[in-house]
């Protein structure tokens, strides 16, 4: 009798221990945005090593093998794991290369547009008067006029080009910045410690690096995560719309684009490109909201 | 008051008029207008009376006025294309966009209010997290691709709802649910935090502990504070939709101004698409200034700022 009573405690004991393990599993799954970032870090690394993990072209495909259905469908094979689009291309290798771009677009804006905002916004802060009120008038005229309108238009003016579509982006991006660091700074400019440091003789470079600057910087690294995924979405909208990333270039907007027409017999051109675009947005933002409860709870009505 | 609704009245000129400003640098920045027109046979002096005809031989400050009076009125010349004044093409074109986004409007209020508090109600259920997936899900569908799916489920797939154009009902459900749903689920998040908030609040504990019921204290005294803040969002869910428009339009061939800004500028058909842009500006800023306005008179603090 006593040793069944001791194995029912020991294969409750275990039970409560393996319980616990998926317990904790779960909790570390809440606590910390466990699969966005395996997502983000398998698309970063997809487009690192994109040379490596495929074989194929991104932009010339072989003619012979338009339209390949995905290896799961009849007639796909797993040379071509997801299928290829109209002209022959890999749907996987065209992937891995616009993660690239994607990647390698959101960076530059975020970098450009996030430094030229917060500067813009300090500044705008520190000093009112007229420099203020014409920095503001410029961010009311950037997000008082429909971007997408403005983008089409000036594409159309100037021709599609990487570099076009960049600058269009940080014209887009750099104003929430400024508007968001300007009010931050109007409320730390009023604090005590900057008053001393003014006392003491401290230039307006120092003042701005050393005291304002690191008082800004969790609502600069919020904002930014906040917007990476909007950026990603505008980017691949105007690529889909013709206006973004000049077509052969393997951008996922320009993808889903050439599936388009090719919807009721070739589902597989346009829905993983578009695919992947939902994943990385969608990790990103989940990253953002965690980043920005975990640094500044202040901006949740952003 | 009347002091903010001043200021932000100015505001909003001053950024109509740098808007005008933005258009016709933009259309004469793509050259003189007059090479449209040029074919192998003109000859110089054809073109250089073309030139006074238009105005071109004036500096370019001189045109800009000469445009603007005249834009002021709703004249933006002859569309290239056809026909006809820009403006009336671009008026035959409107009631169509104005039903796809009052309908996505009603749509998004529909789905991402009720979401958004249920989520905050039940906060930590089932009904919670899926109401939260439901934001973040919507919010990172790119609406250009999610149009391309419905329409392979629907169109293709079960035959329920046709693939494109405008007509009755049957044509609207689709765009209306493409352009809407991103505006849906940014309401939900909002509308769940707002109330959140809310419902956490001393005076909602008062009147909890007053022994007003549950029903009554989530409605009466929680929501109706809490609906400010989805209220400043229709403006941001307006933004959305002019580029929405513009993509669900083209997705779905709907004859809307979305579309016809995007043929114009494709056709270099300056008249109707500075008639267009400019429209689509006016409304955008409109709207703007209405919701700040309304905001200020339901939330006094606004307008100190």
Redesign the interface.
């Known amino acids: 009798m006593d040793s069944t009573v001791t194995t029912e405690l020991e294969s409750t004991n275990q039970d409560t221990r393996s319980e616990s393990l998926v317990r904790r599993l779960w909790q570390i799954v809440r606590r910390y945005p466990v699969f966005p970032v395996t997502i983000l870090v398998a698309v970063i690394f997809g487009a690192a090593f994109a040379p490596m993990l495929t074989t194929y072209d991104p932009q010339f495909g072989d003619l012979s093998k338009q339209m390949t259905p995905p290896f799961w469908n009849e007639g796909g094979s797993t040379a071509h794991l997801l299928g290829t689009d109209s002209l022959g291309r890999d749907i996987v290798g065209r992937l891995l290369y616009g993660a690239r771009l994607s990647l390698w677009i959101a960076s530059v804006v975020l970098v450009a547009g996030g430094v030229t905002g917060t500067v813009l916004g300090m500044i705008s802060g520190y000093f009112s008067g007229w420099v203020d009120e014409a920095i503001m008038r410029f961010v009311d005229l950037t997000l008082g006029v429909p971007f997408i309108l403005v983008a089409l238009v000036s594409v159309i003016v100037f021709g599609p080009s990487l570099g076009l579509i960049i600058l269009l982006l940080i014209i887009f991006s750099w104003s929430g910045f400024a508007r968001q660091i300007r009010a931050e700074i109007i409320r730390l400019k009023q604090m005590d410690y900057v008053a001393y440091s003014k006392l003491s003789g401290a230039s307006n470079v120092r003042l701005f690096g050393r005291h304002l600057l690191p008082g800004v910087f969790n609502t600069v690294l919020v904002i930014a995560t906040l917007q990476v995924g909007n950026l990603v979405i505008a980017e691949s909208s105007l690529s889909f719309l013709g206006v973004g990333i000049p077509a052969p270039k393997p951008a996922w907007g320009v993808m889903v684009a050439d599936g388009k027409n090719f919807i009721s017999f070739a589902y597989w051109i346009s829905l993983f490109p578009g695919l992947a675009i939902f994943l990385l947005v969608y990790s990103l933002n989940f990253i953002g909201d965690w980043t920005r409860d975990r640094l500044d709870p202040r901006l949740r009505q952003i | 008051m009347k002091r903010f609704i001043a200021k932000r009245l100015i ?2 000129i ?2 109509l008029w ?2 005008t400003v ?2 016709f640098g ?2 004469r ?2 050259g003189d207008p007059t090479f449209l027109f040029i074919s192998e046979y003109t000859t110089d002096e054809v073109i250089a009376e073309w030139r006074i005809e238009f105005g071109l031989d004036k500096p370019l400050p001189v045109q800009y006025f000469n445009w603007l009076s005249k834009a002021v009125l709703g004249d933006f010349g002859a569309s290239l294309n056809e026909v006809r004044p820009a403006a009336d093409v671009v008026k035959q074109r409107l009631p169509a966009t104005l039903e796809l986004a009052a309908v996505s409007f009603l749509f998004a209020l529909a789905i991402g209010i009720p979401v958004g508090v249920l989520s905050a109600v039940k906060r930590g259920t089932m009904w919670d997290l899926s109401g939260r997936m439901f934001a ?2 919507g ?8 149009g ?2 419905l ?2 489920i629907f169109s ?1 797939q079960f035959k329920l709802l046709p693939t494109s154009g405008r007509g009755g009902l049957d044509h609207l459900i689709l765009p209306a649910i493409t352009l809407g749903s991103g505006s849906a689920a940014g309401l939900a998040r ?1 509308t769940r ?1 707002a109330m959140l908030e809310m419902l956490d609040s001393e005076f909602i504990k008062f009147a909890r502990a007053k022994g007003v019921s549950g029903q009554s204290v989530v409605w009466k005294h929680a929501f109706r504070n809490a609906l400010i ?1 989805p209220i400043t969002y229709a403006g941001l869910m307006l ?1 959305a939709f ?2 929405g428009t ?2 669900v339009e ?2 779905f061939g709907w004859p809307g101004l979305g579309r016809l ?2 043929t114009a ?2 056709d ?1 058909d300056f008249p109707v ?1 500075s008639a ?2 400019l429209l ?2 006016v409304m ?2 409109g709207v ?1 200034l209405v919701v700040d306005i309304s905001y200020a008179l339901v939330d006094p603090r606004i307008r100190q700022v």
């Open positions: 505001a909003s001053i950024i740098l808007a933005l258009v933009l259309s920045a793509a973040l899900v919010q990172a569908t790119p609406n250009f691709w999610m391309i799916i329409v392979l293709v909002l935090s803040v933004a002019t580029t513009v993509i083209t997705v800004a995007v500028i494709n270099n698409m267009t842009v689509f500006t955008y800023i703007n």
